[in-house]
């Protein structure tokens, strides 16, 4: 399975942006997905992670109630709704792939992973 995930970029603050991940060599019904970030000069952090089935997203608690987490079977891609951004949101956005049902919240459950695509976000 192969991730690309785009969608970063410079927003200000208060503003928006979707991330995508998109996938190919497998199709996104198989897999939990999370996605996860890593700021500058910080360790990489949980974001949101999104169950095969059923409503069992879970966000960090600092981005809760401003990302959404979604899915596209048709499009085979993931993606991250940001909204209300902060400067402490500037970081490098990755997602991840991993088998099995748990939705994870620790990166090293994951067997997939995307290239990161950067979110910078100006105050």
């Known amino acids: 399975v192969q991730l690309q995930a785009f969608g970063g970029g410079l927003v200000q603050v208060g503003g928006s942006l979707r991330l995508s991940c998109a996938a190919s060599g497998g199709t996104i019904s198989s897999y939990v997905v999370g996605w996860f970030r890593r700021a500058p000069g910080k360790e990489r952090e949980f974001v949101a992670v999104?169950?095969?089935?059923?409503?069992?997203?879970v966000y960090a608690d600092s981005v809760k109630g401003r990302f959404a987490i979604s899915r596209d079977s048709a499009e085979n891609t993931v993606y991250l709704q940001m909204n209300s951004l902060k400067p402490e949101n500037t970081a490098v956005y990755f997602c991840?792939?991993?088998?099995?049902?748990?939705?994870?919240?620790?990166?090293?459950?994951?067997?997939?992973w995307g290239q990161g695509t950067l979110v910078t976000v100006s105050s």
């Open positions: 991840a792939f991993r088998g099995g049902e748990y939705p994870s919240t620790q990166a090293y459950g994951y067997d997939y």
């Open positions: 999104t169950p095969r089935r059923g409503d069992g997203t």
